[in-house]
């Protein structure tokens, strides 16, 4: 009994220890810079390594752009807010000043989708049409993106 | 009485009896007792033996411990005892040990497989998401409003 014992608690010690050493070996490690975003791009979409660099440079390009643009989208939020919180509180509108930043909302977000369009069209110029096919059809998942680009 | 003490009192030749008319003497095949080099030594159990008459006594419990030791029999051949004696005798096999233990260690590897490949498809959905993010200023907004 004793010997069973043993050798099923060996079997199991065995078999959780290869199961955790395999798995930290092959778990895919977590990056949300946009280096790791390409790589997955890369893996993904079977890039060759021209393309890839062609479309990291085109990335690197716009992305300054792209960031300052969500800061502005992040403040004009944060003000769509505060004009929120004052109509509720006070029960006025200062209807010139929202006016001016509906117009300014419109405006930032209209090139924010350019922008986007402009990047989506520039790396798509650079690949074979199954990975355009691909890169559409997952960029596409979003929202926003797809009406803009099935448009 | 037993059968011991008529052999004792028959000797060891059994009744005087003629042969067909013929005296013992003359029938030496069928009379041993003509070679008295053969005869066994006398038996010292043998007297004691004739005295043995009396049968003892059956313990007071007898009937109750055959019915304990019926019970014991059954409960050691009761289908997870078999099981249990089944798997030690397996065990008890180096073969069969070492072929045990690799299974679990495969068993192991291909549940590890199964977790990492779960892992990357949750892992790509998640790059996905925040490329998209990445490319869209509009979409990391309206993500990270919820947060707040």
């Known amino acids: ?151 | 009485m037993g059968a011991r003490g008529e052999r004792a009192r028959e000797g060891p030749a059994g009744p005087a009896k003629d042969f067909e008319g013929l005296s013992r003497g003359v029938v030496l095949c069928l009379l041993p007792s003509a070679f008295p080099a053969m005869n066994p030594p006398p038996d010292p159990l043998d007297p004691l033996l004739d005295r043995w008459s009396v049968t003892p006594e059956p313990p007071a419990r007898l009937s109750a411990e055959v019915w304990q030791r019926i019970a014991l029999n059954q409960v050691d051949s009761s289908p997870s005892a078999g099981w249990r004696v089944m798997l030690e005798s397996w065990f008890a096999r180096p073969p069969f040990a070492v072929v045990f233990v690799a299974s679990c260690a495969l068993l192991g590897l291909f549940l590890a497989e199964v977790r990492v490949n779960h892992a990357q498809r949750e892992r790509s959905e998640q790059l996905a998401r925040s490329y998209l993010q990445l490319i869209d200023p509009l979409l990391t907004v309206q993500n990270e409003e919820p947060r707040r």
């Not at chain 1, 085109?58 to 919180?85: D, I, N, W």
């Open chain 1, 1 to 151: 009994m004793k010997r069973t014992l043993s050798m099923l608690t060996l079997g199991l010690v065995v078999g959780l220890a290869s199961h955790l050493a395999y798995f930290r070996l092959h778990v895919p490690a977590a990056t949300d810079t946009l280096d790791g975003q390409l790589a997955w791009m890369r893996t993904e979409l079977q890039l060759t390594d021209a393309q890839y660099a062609r479309i990291k440079a085109l990335h690197e390009a716009s992305s300054p752009k792209l960031r300052a643009m969500a800061a502005q989208v992040a403040q004009l939020q944060g003000e769509f807010t505060a004009f929120e919180r004052i109509r509720r509180t006070s029960d006025q509108v200062d209807f010139l000043e929202f006016a001016r930043f509906v117009e300014t909302r419109r405006h930032v977000s209209r090139e924010c989708l350019d922008s986007t369009r402009q990047l989506v069209l520039a790396s798509a110029e650079v690949m074979t049409p199954q990975q355009r096919q691909r890169y559409i059809r997952l960029v596409t998942t979003a929202e926003p993106l797809a009406q803009l680009l099935l448009n």
